[in-house]
């Protein structure tokens, strides 16, 4: 695409989540802090609904290139943003995103091999689905990791694969950081942006973990994963309903605890996924043997500090 073609769509999409957010503020769509919550005041919620429109965008631009795909991100969007506004009952949710998911897997043409696999697979989409919708809590996090990890997929991709679909998420995601990564955030991205990033993050993960061959790729998703995983874990520990709202992320106790600044450990968590991710790239080219003690030493630091620090705080 052009220069200008650039220019234009980010203009098309600050004029888009303006007319949301005045849409918004006139119908009552506030993020009002709850048990999860770890800001203050009432920012509008949803403001992640831009990310379906760049992806609406990307696929009227590219021929209709992914139409089940596309669907399944619809799907997810829409109950996602019906979640927001009426908080849909879990069955309903969960339904709709492995329908989503499904879908996705059907655009990609690649199935597992035995049939039993497909379950453990939706499963683990669906998880991925919510883990990165349990890590949208504080200003900015949202937006600045999945600017890290889009654009390490677009990187990674190069020529191959829809341009334009990687193009016009960037877009979308520098213009959402614009109203969210702020000390006072206009907007929030809700459960309809983090489901919906996180549809698209996962399409476009499995897309390059299909072209290379290697899931070590997985890790690009690692500093959000480990701290998903290891507070489940804790929280089943602690015997709580992990369904519940909390504020037992690393990231909520940095802001509750050391009283940080959200925009502080969003770029934390950012800087964290950077080092990450370029040495994922480094081991791609590496024997088999270097990526495993890559992935084993990332993981296994990762957890590490994440029980250290935890303890220290929680004492």
């Not at 770890?38 to 965008?57: D, K, M, N």
């Not at 500093?223 to 804790?234: K, P, Q």
């Not at 015997?239 to 605890?257: D, K």
């Amino acid at each position: 695409m052009t220069l200008t073609a650039y220019v234009f769509l980010t203009t098309l999409f600050f004029g888009i989540e303006l007319a949301y957010l005045r849409l918004a503020s006139r119908l009552g769509i506030f993020d009002k802090p709850n048990e999860r919550s770890s800001h203050t005041g009432e920012p509008v919620r949803g403001g992640g609904i831009l990310f379906w429109f760049a992806a609406l965008c990307a696929f009227v631009y590219s021929g209709l290139a992914y139409p089940f795909f596309f669907a399944g991100l619809t799907l997810v969007t829409l109950l996602s943003f019906l979640d927001d506004l009426y908080t849909l009952p879990n069955r309903y949710r969960l339904l709709g995103q492995f329908l989503g998911v499904w879908l996705m897997l059907w655009q990609t043409g690649i199935w597992p091999a035995e049939g039993w696999v497909y379950i453990p697979v939706l499963v683990v989409g669906v998880g991925i689905l919510n883990a990165y919708n349990f890590m949208d809590g504080i200003n900015g996090i949202t937006a600045l990791y999945s600017l890290i990890t889009v654009g390490t997929l677009w990187y990674l991709q190069g020529e191959q694969g829809n341009q334009s679909l990687y193009g016009f998420t960037m877009i979308g995601l520098l213009v959402f950081t614009w109203f969210n990564a702020r000390r006072k955030a206009l907007c929030f991205a809700g459960d309809v942006g983090s489901i919906s990033m996180a549809l698209l993050i996962l399409f476009l993960l499995y897309t390059a973990i299909i072209a290379r061959q290697n899931y070590l790729l997985i890790l690009l998703l690692g500093v959000y994963g480990v701290d998903s995983v290891l507070t489940i874990l804790h929280r089943l520990w602690l015997g709580q309903n992990i369904f519940q709202a909390h504020r037992l992320h690393l990231f909520q106790l940095l802001v509750h605890r050391l009283r940080w600044p959200h925009l502080r450990v969003s770029a934390l968590y950012a800087g964290v996924q950077v080092l990450i991710n370029a040495l994922v790239i480094w081991a791609l080219t590496e024997p088999v043997a270097i990526q495993i003690a890559v992935a084993a030493a990332i993981l296994g630091l990762l957890a590490s500090l994440y029980i250290g620090v935890k303890r220290r705080l929680m004492r």
